[in-house]
């Protein structure tokens, strides 16, 4: 059965550091030439690409192009939710976590056309459908959610300038320090399903995926996107120094059974601070706590490169053109 193909790239020209428009250019003809008609939207405002992707899914699109960082992704998969269009990320953020669990390339000088080689994997990929987390503000997520130090950080760092973007994961740390270092853990409840936690915490992390911080973190090593169970991180303490240890555990692998650090697993998750505090998903800052957190299973459809960690699904995926031909998209395979 022929089916005719129709892709919408999104790219935010504002993602990464470098002048990648060209780079943009010939990933349309790269698509194009393997008989996909293309729309090339640019996004100009917040939440642009979820009302972009919005179309793509009322044009019939089976397949939105997402390029940019971790936000652009977020923005266009809050578009694609409970729908068939299928979500395919290609890189061009200065972290990338969401590519980089996947196993895509990050953005590099010495190979300038990276997205190109991102869509040839990408192409020769599987269809899976993955757990989002719907959230009591409206939002939803598929990465994480957070509330805590990390969020006060969001706060301060974001938006970064072109500049700051240059240096990377140690320009968004540099601009991180004083908020890190200032910030105060107090007494926050956490339900976790039935089991209900209240302590003096620095940092609640509800987890999709395995990456965080930038990638800095392989925070989740054993997570999987489609389980139908989130990763839930408790970092008790209070001040700064213990958040710091924390952070050098997990950086080294060495934060799995502690007592400090408790990891839980569910399908919902309410938290509650004394305080009303920022919170973020994928990281984007939203206010304020309390947010409650559900789990909708296989609600959204993503695009894995074939070469992508084979334990990083329970279900094994559909090749991309089977997916669109047999019209599977929806089925969960």
């Given at each position: 059965?022929?089916?005719?193909?129709?892709?919408?790239?999104?790219?935010?020209?504002?993602?990464?550091?470098?002048?990648?428009?060209?780079?943009?250019?010939?990933?349309?003809?790269?698509?194009?030439?393997?008989?996909?008609?293309?729309?090339?939207?640019?996004?100009?405002?917040?939440?642009?690409?979820?009302?972009?992707?919005?179309?793509?899914?009322?044009?019939?699109?089976?397949?939105?192009?997402?390029?940019?960082?971790?936000?652009?992704?977020?923005?266009?998969?809050?578009?694609?939710?409970?729908?068939?269009?299928?979500?395919?990320?290609?890189?061009?953020?200065?972290?990338?976590?969401?590519?980089?669990?996947l196993g895509?390339?990050?953005?590099?000088?010495?190979?300038?056309?990276?997205?190109?080689?991102?869509?040839?994997?990408?192409?020769?990929?599987?269809?899976?459908?993955?757990?989002?987390?719907?959230?009591?503000?409206?939002?939803?997520?598929?990465?994480?959610?957070?509330?805590?130090?990390?969020?006060?950080?969001?706060?301060?760092?974001?938006?970064?300038?072109?500049?700051?973007?240059?240096?990377?994961?140690?320009?968004?740390?540099?601009?991180?320090?004083?908020?890190?270092?200032?910030?105060?853990?107090e007494m926050?409840?956490?339900?976790?399903?039935?089991?209900?936690?209240?302590?003096?915490?620095?940092?609640?992390?509800?987890?999709?995926?395995?990456?965080?911080?930038?990638?800095?973190?392989?925070?989740?090593?054993?997570?999987?996107?489609?389980?139908?169970?989130?990763?839930?991180?408790?970092?008790?303490?209070?001040?700064?120094?213990?958040?710091?240890a924390h952070?050098?555990?997990?950086?080294?692998?060495?934060?799995?059974?502690?007592?400090?650090?408790?990891?839980?697993?569910?399908?919902?998750?309410?938290?509650?601070?004394?305080?009303?505090?920022?919170?973020?998903?994928?990281?984007?800052?939203?206010?304020?706590?309390?947010?409650?957190?559900?789990?909708?299973?296989?609600?959204?459809?993503?695009?894995?490169?074939?070469?992508?960690?084979?334990?990083?699904?329970?279900?094994?995926?559909?090749?991309?053109?089977?997916?669109?031909?047999?019209?599977?998209?929806?089925?969960?395979?």
């Amino acid at each position: 059965m022929s089916t005719q193909r129709k892709a919408t790239l999104i790219y935010n020209p504002h993602a990464g550091f470098d002048d990648w428009l060209q780079n943009i250019k010939a990933t349309v003809a790269f698509w194009r030439s393997h008989g996909w008609e293309v729309s090339l939207r640019e996004t100009g405002r917040p939440s642009h690409a979820t009302e972009l992707a919005i179309e793509a899914v009322r044009n019939g699109h089976q397949l939105v192009l997402a390029a940019g960082g971790d936000g652009t992704i977020h923005e266009a998969a809050n578009g694609l939710l409970g729908s068939q269009t299928i979500l395919a990320t290609l890189p061009a953020g200065t972290t990338n976590c969401f590519a980089r669990d996947l196993g895509l390339p990050s953005p590099n000088g010495v190979n300038p056309y990276w997205l190109i080689e991102a869509s040839e994997r990408l192409m020769a990929g599987t269809v899976h459908a993955i757990d989002v987390g719907e959230c009591s503000n409206g939002r939803s997520f598929i990465l994480w959610a957070a509330a805590g130090v990390d969020s006060r950080i969001v706060e301060s760092v974001e938006p970064r300038s072109r500049l700051l973007k240059r240096f990377g994961v140690a320009g968004y740390f540099a601009k991180a320090t004083l908020p890190f270092l200032l910030y105060q853990g107090e007494m926050v409840r956490v339900s976790v399903d039935d089991v209900v936690l209240e302590d003096e915490v620095l940092d609640v992390i509800v987890a999709n995926s395995r990456l965080y911080a930038g990638g800095l973190f392989n925070l989740s090593p054993r997570s999987m996107l489609d389980d139908g169970l989130f990763d839930v991180w408790i970092l008790r303490g209070r001040y700064s120094p213990q958040m710091l240890a924390h952070s050098l555990r997990i950086m080294t692998g060495r934060h799995l059974g502690r007592s400090d650090i408790l990891h839980l697993t569910g399908r919902r998750i309410v938290i509650e601070t004394k305080r009303p505090q920022p919170f973020h998903l994928d990281g984007e800052l939203h206010r304020s706590t309390p947010v409650e957190i559900t789990l909708e299973p296989g609600f959204l459809h993503v695009l894995a490169p074939q070469d992508a960690p084979k334990d990083l699904f329970v279900r094994s995926g559909a090749p991309l053109q089977r997916a669109i031909e047999d019209k599977c998209v929806g089925r969960g395979f």
